[in-house]
């Protein structure tokens, strides 16, 4: 059978986090009521100009010098022109040619391979309206609603070169750049009020090929298990095509998460021809040096960065740092917990954010900053495993005594009022095996005679007999003192 | 959607004009035929009948005849202008200015053809 390549493009729609609107002063805030966030700029009115948000504008400058693009010096904004009822003006303000970041890239991992995806551009643009179909009153019959408090709304759409080989590369770039977005703190990330959404453009062709196939783009995938599903579906579909002799048309489609499928729109006659030209209602965006570096000094460290430093300062793995660097709210947990419990022990507590916490988080639908327990807290916890007063077992129960928001503010609280200390002392522990050896000489006979299975059996009864608190490596120690 | 005569964009003659003028280069013979032009008219939601048509086509090749009279002149190493004014874009600081949103909306749906419950209405549009 034929070998197929498969070939993946994303454009990205980034809503950015400005309190006002990217060309008039209404509120961008997610939930209001119909048009009480759509002023005369918004809805068109005759007569009105748009004038430019600055904080889109930085929005833009954070993502070019967060993905080592460029910022451009000078860029232009234009109309794209087409007529659907939520977009009043009949264009949409974009960028065209001059956008104001080009160039760039994000590095993904997909299982154990690193890999870098490239960046054509990112180009800021403003939001449509809604159209509502269903839910209208008795008045409403036969006709659409329109909700105009959407339109305006600042977005930055990012693009890049076709460089992804399968749906899993797909999802992995998403979250990265999703985690990106969030981190220099230009979008809330909110998916499901579509803060964040994806057009994947899908083509196959054999492998060896060097052209591209015939594309079709996959419109508004707004979770990151619609993206897989829709290119995993599309792709089949695409291969099943050709392989029954057909051959792939450009167009647009949708993804139906009901039926799983991708379905093309109905073709709009001339809907690609937006006959864009640059904007006269305004001039061009002129971003000079010193405002890039101004905003250069404001960023956060940035992700990859981060990793670097956390792989040479705290001796992660390439794995761990990024896992803990998944969010920059979970990567300053996981380093508050580090300051709590000694860079010696980072390591054991970047296993405990990674396992223990992130199965509870996960299990009680949270984020990391909704973590039932503080870093202070579980660091607190760690340094006593690290330093003998409890076990590994032990801590787990003592973890969740934190979590479960007791009335207990520390690790050591916990501990002292339960007695929860492990039991070192030596003398106290040979009493205790003494007895133990003596009721199992059956156990003792099959140690001697080479079992070692029997040498842990009797480990097993002396943390039974103490309900955990020994600590098992000096029972060990003591148990082949005893019968060596 | 069908043409229909004053529906549609803010700015449809900007439109129509703009984007002929700025796509000049797409037009290698430097004259319309009547065909491109009633695409046009289609593209920008404008009714022309044939005989608007044949006046716009007129119209429109002296446009054409005008620019090819520029094209004389010699721009070799002259940067593209995206504005006639050679000035930069003022900036907005990033606040929300709009107050009363309550009223001003009930002011704007006074003059829509049709509101309901804060929804503007349109002929029914769903794919």
């Not at chain 1, 805030?29 to 966030?37: K, M, R, S, T, W």
């Not at chain 2, 995206?82 to 001003?104: G, I, K, M, S």
Request: aromatic fraction near 6%.
């Amino acid at each position: 059978m034929k070998q197929w390549e498969v070939v993946i493009g994303i454009e990205t729609h980034v809503q950015l986090s400005t309190r006002a609107k990217i060309f008039s002063g209404s509120s961008t805030a997610f939930g209001a009521a119909p048009n009480l966030q759509a002023n005369a700029v918004d809805i068109a009115l005759p007569g009105v100009l748009p004038v430019l948000n600055k904080g889109a504008v930085e929005c833009a400058i954070r993502f070019g010098l967060a993905i080592g693009g460029e910022v451009a010096a000078k860029s232009v904004f234009a109309r794209k022109n087409y007529f659907y009822p939520d977009l009043p003006k009949g264009y949409q303000i974009s960028q065209y040619e001059l956008p104001v970041v080009c160039g760039g890239s994000l590095s993904i991992q997909v299982g154990e391979t690193e890999k870098t995806i490239a960046l054509t551009r990112a180009h800021l643009e403003e939001d449509a309206g809604k159209s509502l179909h269903e839910g209208l009153g008795p008045a409403a019959q036969g006709r659409s609603g329109i909700d105009l408090n959407r339109a305006g709304t600042p977005l930055l759409e990012i693009v890049t070169e076709p460089d992804m080989r399968s749906a899993a590369e797909a999802v992995a770039y998403a979250r990265a750049l999703h985690a990106l977005v969030r981190w220099i703190g230009i979008c809330d990330g909110n998916m499901q009020e579509g803060s964040f959404r994806c057009d994947a453009n899908v083509s196959v062709r054999a492998a060896g090929e060097s052209r591209l196939g015939t594309r079709r783009e996959i419109k508004n995938l707004n979770s990151f298990r619609f993206l897989q599903q829709a290119i995993d579906y599309e792709v089949r579909w695409q291969i099943a095509t050709i392989e029954d002799g057909g051959s792939i048309e450009q167009a647009t489609v949708l993804f139906d998460p009901a039926s799983g499928e991708t379905r093309a729109m109905r073709s709009k006659e001339d809907a690609h021809d937006y006959r864009y030209f640059p904007d006269p209602d305004l001039l061009p965006l002129v971003i000079d040096r010193q405002w890039v570096e101004q905003v250069r000094a404001e960023l956060p460290e940035l992700p990859a960065a981060r990793r670097q430093r956390l792989i040479n300062e705290h001796g992660l793995s390439a794995y761990d740092a990024r896992i803990v660097t998944t969010s920059l709210d979970l990567a300053n947990y996981y380093e508050a917990t580090v300051a709590a419990a000694g860079r010696e022990n980072a390591k054991t507590c970047a296993n405990w954010v990674m396992v223990d916490l992130a199965a509870r988080l996960n299990r009680e639908d949270r984020e990391i900053g909704q973590s039932p327990i503080s870093a202070t807290q579980l660091g607190g916890l760690i340094a006593r495993i690290a330093d003998g007063t409890i076990s590994t077992s032990m801590a787990r129960k003592v973890f969740d005594e934190l979590c479960s928001g007791g009335d207990a503010a520390s690790a050591d609280e916990i501990i002292a009022r339960q007695g929860l200390q492990q039991i070192t002392d030596s003398d106290a522990l040979t009493a205790l095996i003494d007895e133990l050896l003596a009721a199992n000489p059956g156990m003792v006979a099959e140690f001697r005679s080479g079992k070692e299975k029997a040498f842990n059996a009797l480990v097993g009864q002396v943390m039974k007999a103490t309900r955990g608190q020994a600590n098992p490596q000096r029972v060990g120690e003591l148990l082949r003192q005893k019968l060596g | 959607m069908a043409p229909v005569r004053g529906c549609g964009g803010k700015n449809f003659y900007d439109t129509l004009y703009g984007s002929l003028v700025y796509h000049l280069s797409d037009f290698v013979t430097m004259s319309l035929t009547l065909e491109q032009v009633h695409r046009i008219a289609h593209l920008a939601r404008i009714e022309v009948d044939e005989v608007e048509a044949r006046r716009t086509l007129g119209q429109l090749n002296g446009i054409f005849g005008l620019i090819e009279t520029m094209q004389a002149v010699d721009t070799q190493g002259v940067e593209p202008m995206a504005h006639a004014q050679d000035l930069a874009q003022r900036l907005r600081p990033d606040c929300v200015t709009e107050d009363d949103q309550v009223a001003w909306r009930a002011a704007f749906q006074a003059i829509a053809p049709e509101a309901e419950a804060g929804l503007y209405l349109v002929p029914r549009v769903i794919e």
